[in-house]
């Protein structure tokens, strides 16, 4: 078992800059087609309604590795397509994260006054799940090629200027 210290930070906040339009970058979050080409390329499924379901399932190379076939679960609060979607997240990533129970996760998806530009924040309210906090920072360094917000928004950064995910 893993032992984390708790911090006095809660909310872990990441922003990332993309060249796209807000459809687009919601389009790449909420579409299980999408999510199969970055990240962790484990399909979603968002029912975007309040009070609709949220999965994100494991891969076939995952679940041979011993994962859960439900990596992450939740709930959808608030959809403002394509500008804000408000959800709760619970990791099933491990027993101890899957114990801590549901967080609170809001994208937002907003164009710069420049135009062409998307400034996509991610806030993850994280109190009372220490667990879950070290795994979407990466702390655990859970993923050997990176982990955590930053690697999987860094890489749907990339899939959406270049046409191809870091992994290739």
């Given amino acids: 078992m893993t032992t984390v210290a708790k911090t006095k930070v809660a909310t872990q906040v990441y922003r990332v800059y993309i060249k796209s339009t807000a459809q687009a970058v919601w389009d790449a979050i909420t579409s299980p087609e999408w999510a199969r080409q970055y990240g962790y390329r484990g399909p979603t499924e968002y029912d975007l ?61 907003e164009e710069e006054p420049s135009g062409g530009l998307i400034r996509l924040t991610v806030t993850h309210e994280l109190e009372g799940a220490p ?36 992994g290739g």
């Fill in 131 to 166: 667990m879950t906090a070290a795994a979407v920072s990466n702390a655990l360094k859970l993923h050997e090629g990176g982990g955590g917000w930053s690697w999987i928004l860094s890489d749907l950064k990339t899939l959406l200027e270049t046409g191809k995910s870091l």
């Fill in 49 to 109: 309604r309040p009070g609709g379901a949220y999965r994100a399932l494991a891969t076939p190379e995952m679940l041979q590795m011993g994962a859960p076939e439900v990596m992450c679960d939740g709930e959808v609060i608030e959809a403002d397509p394509p500008h804000k979607l408000v959800q709760t997240w619970r990791a099933h990533f491990t027993p101890e994260t899957a114990a801590e129970g549901f967080t609170r996760l809001t994208w937002e998806i």
